[in-house]
């Protein structure tokens, strides 16, 4: 079209199907080899070319032709130019000679029968709208949900654009772009605004909105996306919704409240049109199976290896079945393989253990690419990649929010762990976002983070924040400095909506397994050292979590508690308990320990308080679900809630 070489699709059909780039403007035409001779110009061609541009969608196209546009008609190619069927087609046909179909199941548990996902899924499709209108897919991080959902717009674009009879055209929406009250609008804000909803119901046909992600919506509310966005008014009454979600996310939150839709029909005005599944996770087959297929790495294993390795190590092929764990598995397995436990040895491998394994590869993958880019080595850059990844990720914990949105200015900035000088650029982001720092631009390179377009950011998956997160708490515990330990202990209940469950047991496996892979790495200075930590070393772990929980009593006695004091503390306790922590021994070598201690919003399920002296403690919202209270003080205990 211009001499210069364009991103660019085609829409399905033989040859003369026009071709356009990635925002809809028409680059070319594709045209078969054999009609490329020396007569390629003939009329035959051209009016071959010419029946094609006429028939196709995109309002350019008819523009270009002289020829009257069509807003209605214009609204679903404008839609299918933006769905990532087309957009990320090499991407998508990357994901699918890599997939491996996961199962469901219709309640959570090992035990219960299992289903080919798809065919669920289809089968909801198919199903009527009037008792059926929305599907709840639940799995675990890294279960294969947002795979499935790419996949699945690709297939029902596919089903669209062959004709068939009732196929609904999807609307793929991810939700970590909007929190709890943008997510309100969301449909339109993915459509294009009010104008396009209005061409696109004017269709006349059913639509398929897929919300992925909905644990990842930030501002800790949950809006019901279905009356929010008002989706049983003007849309084809064959219209759907899919609605992706961690199951902790929803766990203890009675969600039929407000993820159901309501009836239009009069006296069904409360009528449950909900299907809930489960993503199940992998079989030791389906694990194989992915194994076998071709990987993309530097240096192909072969699949006896990883069978073996499996086999000769205890509960890792049951810590590795989804598929996001698998690709983890997978691109470490060199380094894991080097840290193998012994096979007598008590030692087990953790996800937190996995994710450090894979964040070691990466870190080494991006410092040669930089040391290669610049011809020169460049001093401390791994822990400066770590510095900068925790860091971040540690700031939008804070923030409650999942992604950046960051526009460059003129501005002079240095990289620092916590704080920017708020004289400069006031774009809390400047910090791990200014180009104007060689070091924080080369920071940033270590980092796994993705773009969502133009000035949006994310960490490539929610589970690189959350493994972040635990490990800055981690490291806060090794410090001796207390008041550090409380800042940042104490900077976000990890309970409270949007709760961030996956934190609590990437800290609770570390204290639950003793010293985890026998070695514990940290970066200190310009060295890399390593220390292996008997069990004592994790008992002061503990012991300093309880000293946060002690310091919410003594505080308490004296004045006002502090909010980040009371918050330090109700987590410190939930990540105890999680590390199945028993408190009744505690109470027995000390029995006033737990008296006045102020813990509100804690987890305490399965908690062992048999025995334990809460007078005047502050359990309020606390989760005590089959919690051990036999012989337990509770005079004065706040149980509010």
């Given at each position: 079209k211009d001499g210069f070489y364009h991103d660019a699709?085609?829409?399905?059909?033989?040859?003369?199907?026009?071709?356009f780039s990635a925002n809809g403007q028409l680059i070319g035409m594709h045209v078969r080899k054999s009609a490329l001779g020396k007569r390629a110009v003939s009329c035959g061609v051209l009016e071959m070319v010419y029946r094609s541009l006429k028939a196709a969608g995109p309002s350019e196209v008819r523009s270009l032709l002289g020829l009257a546009a069509n807003p209605i008609l214009d609204a679903e190619d404008v839609l299918r130019s933006k769905s990532a069927a087309f957009s990320e087609r090499l991407e998508l046909e990357q994901l699918e000679s890599f997939y491996v179909e996961p199962d469901c199941q219709a309640r959570r548990d090992s035990g219960a029968a299992r289903t080919p996902l798809k065919e669920v899924v289809f089968r909801f499709l198919d199903a009527d709208q009037k008792t059926q209108r929305l599907l709840l897919l639940q799995g675990d991080a890294g279960s294969g949900k947002s795979s499935f959902t790419l996949l699945l717009e690709k297939w029902l674009w596919k089903n669209v654009n062959e004709k068939?009879?009732?196929?609904?055209?999807?609307v793929r929406v991810e939700m970590r772009r909007f929190n709890s009250e943008t997510a309100k609008h969301c449909v339109a804000?993915?459509?294009?605004?009010?104008?396009?909803?209005?061409?696109?119901?004017?269709?006349?046909?059913?639509?398929?909105?897929?919300?992925?992600?909905?644990?990842?919506?930030?501002?800790?509310?949950?809006?019901?996306?279905?009356?929010?966005?008002?989706l049983g008014k003007g849309w084809h009454e064959g219209t759907k919704a899919i609605i992706t979600c961690r199951p902790e996310y929803l766990a203890g939150q009675d969600y039929m409240a407000f993820l159901v839709p309501k009836s239009s029909i009069p006296g069904k005005e409360n009528s449950i049109h909900l299907v809930e599944w489960f993503v199940a996770?992998?079989?030791?087959?389906?694990?194989?199976?992915y194994l076998r297929r071709p990987q993309e790495q530097d240096v192909a294993v072969a699949p006896e290896l990883y069978e073996t390795f499996l086999t000769s190590t205890p509960g890792l092929k049951e810590l590795i079945n989804t598929p996001f764990l698998l690709?983890?598995?997978?691109?470490?397995?060199?380094?894991?393989?080097?840290?193998?436990?012994?096979?007598?040895?008590?030692?087990?491998?953790?996800r937190g253990d996995l994710y450090q394994a894979f964040m070691e590869e990466w870190y080494c993958k991006e410092e040669k690419k930089l040391v290669a880019s610049m011809g020169k080595s460049i001093p401390k850059l791994k822990e400066t990649f770590v510095?900068?990844?925790?860091?971040?990720?540690?700031?939008?914990?804070?923030?409650?929010?999942?992604?950046?949105v960051y526009q460059e200015v003129a501005e002079r900035m240095r990289f620092g762990r916590y704080k920017n000088d708020p004289t400069t650029d006031p774009n809390p982001w400047s910090e791990w976002f200014s180009n104007s720092d060689i070091k924080v631009t080369r920071a940033r390179r270590g980092c796994p983070l993705r773009s969502l377009g133009g000035i949006t950011f994310s960490f490539v998956h929610q589970s690189f924040l959350e493994y972040f997160v635990a490990e800055e708490l981690w490291q806060a515990l090794q410090q001796e400095k207390d008041v550090e330990l409380?800042?940042?202990?104490?900077?976000?209940?990890?309970t409270k909506d949007p709760k961030?469950?996956?934190?609590?047991?990437f800290v609770a496996d570390k204290l639950l397994n003793g010293f985890t892979m026998e070695v514990h790495k940290r970066f200190v200075g310009s060295q890399v050292w390593t220390d292996s930590f008997g069990q004592s070393y994790f008992d002061d772990m503990r012991e300093k979590l309880l000293r946060l929980m002690e310091r919410s009593k003594r505080n308490h006695m004296i004045g006002p508690l502090p909010e980040t004091m009371q918050v330090a503390a109700s987590n410190a306790i939930t990540v105890l308990n999680k590390s199945y922590c028993r408190f009744s021994v505690k109470a027995l070598e000390d029995p006033t320990f737990f008296r006045g201690v102020q813990v509100p919003h804690a987890d305490l399920s399965m908690a062992q308080l048999w025995g334990v002296d809460l007078t005047d403690a502050d359990l309020s919202y606390c989760l005590l679900a089959c919690v051990k209270l036999s012989g337990a003080k509770l005079s004065g205990c706040n149980m509010a809630g």
């Open positions: 699709f085609t829409l399905p059909g033989s040859s003369g199907s026009p071709m068939k009879h009732g196929a609904l055209l999807p804000e993915v459509l294009g605004g009010e104008e396009q909803v209005l061409r696109l119901q004017a269709l006349k046909k059913p639509f398929l909105f897929i919300f992925d992600g909905y644990d990842e919506l930030a501002g800790g509310r949950f809006p019901n996306l279905w009356e929010a966005n008002e996770s992998f079989t030791s087959d389906q694990i194989m199976s690709k983890i598995f997978v691109d470490s397995f060199s380094l894991l393989k080097s840290k193998q436990p012994a096979a007598q040895s008590s030692i087990r491998f953790t510095e900068f990844s925790q860091s971040l990720a540690f700031e939008l914990f804070k923030e409650m929010v999942n992604q950046i409380v800042e940042i202990w104490g900077a976000r209940c990890l961030m469950p996956a934190v609590i047991s």
